[in-house]
Structures are given as structure tokens and as C-alpha cells.
């Protein structure tokens, strides 16, 4: 079935600040199952791949750089229509247009370092989960 399942990733600026627990709580307690999950780095290389959309983009040797500057959590997660609610829990890519309670409004630094990932389509969501998990860890 599509349509269930997303990819997130909590970002080095939430990790350093001490927010995967809460984090994980609020996505829990919004219903999503963690299907596949790893505390792990990503080097330039592979930062560099996963945001290859926006290699164009001013931002991306910003981005690049911040997401290879400290561990992150990546997961897999599962619930009915995951993409599009999860987005929904995260907020807005600017915490400063996030709705109040989301988690970008809650943990997000600014636009650059906004505390959390999530998938924007379900193929996307396949994709970036195959990039971070191989198929013995996803569950
Ligand atoms: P999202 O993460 O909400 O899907 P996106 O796909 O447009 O947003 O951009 C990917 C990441 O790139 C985003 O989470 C943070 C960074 N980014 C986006 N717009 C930016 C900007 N104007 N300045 C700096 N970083 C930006
Ligand atoms: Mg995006």
C-alpha cells in the first residue's frame, strides 16, 4: 500500500540541543510507527547526494556543510497517509511561518537549521528511505 509510510531525519542543530526525546515523543504521540531508525553522521558526500534537488539553490554548501556537522536520527515511519500529516507535524520550513505546536515552531533554530526532515512525496519517501536503510533494517 502507498501512501503510509515517510522519512525523517532529526538534524544535527535539534541532536545538539538535547530534543530526540522529545521529538520521538511527539512523533509517537501522533500515531506514527517507527518502522526502521539509526543514530548515525552523514559525511559531505552522501549530505551532499541526499540534497542533490536543491545543488543549485544559494543555500546548498550551507546546507551541505550543516548537515554533516554532527550526528543526526534518520527513520522510517508509518502511519495512514504519512507524508502529508507528517508535514503537517513538523511546520513550515521557516519556524517563523511554522503553526504554533509544530515541531520546527517548537525546536527550529531558522530557516537553515530548522530541527527536523520529512519526506515531500511518497516516492520521495521511498527513495530517501532506501538511501538511509538497507531492506534487514526496515521492519
Ligand atoms: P523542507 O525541509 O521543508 O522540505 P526544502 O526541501 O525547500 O524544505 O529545503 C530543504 C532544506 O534546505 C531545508 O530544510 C533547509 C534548507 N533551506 C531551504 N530554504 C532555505 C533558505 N532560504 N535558506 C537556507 N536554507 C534553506
Ligand atoms: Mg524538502
Partial sequence: ??????????????????????????????????????????SSDKAGQFYAVHAERPFYSELVEFMSSGPIVAAILEKDNAVVDF???????????????????????????????????DENAVIEGAFHFAGTEVF
Wanted: proline residues 4%; positive net charge.
Fill in 1 to 42: 500500500m502507498s501512501g503510509n509510510r515517510t522519512f525523517t531525519m532529526i538534524k544535527p542543530d535539534a541532536v545538539r540541543a538535547g530534543h530526540i526525546g522529545n521529538i520521538l515523543k511527539m512523533i509517537t504521540d501522533a500515531g506514527f510507527m517507527i518502522r526502521a531508525m539509526k543514530y548515525t553522521r552523514l
Fill in 87 to 121: 508535514r503537517t507535524l513538523i511546520g513550515a520550513t521557516n519556524p517563523e511561518d511554522a503553526a504554533p505546536g509544530t515541531i520546527r515552531a517548537l525546536y527550529a533554530s531558522n530557516v537553515g537549521e530548522n530541527a527536523v526532515h520529512g519526506s515531500d512525496s
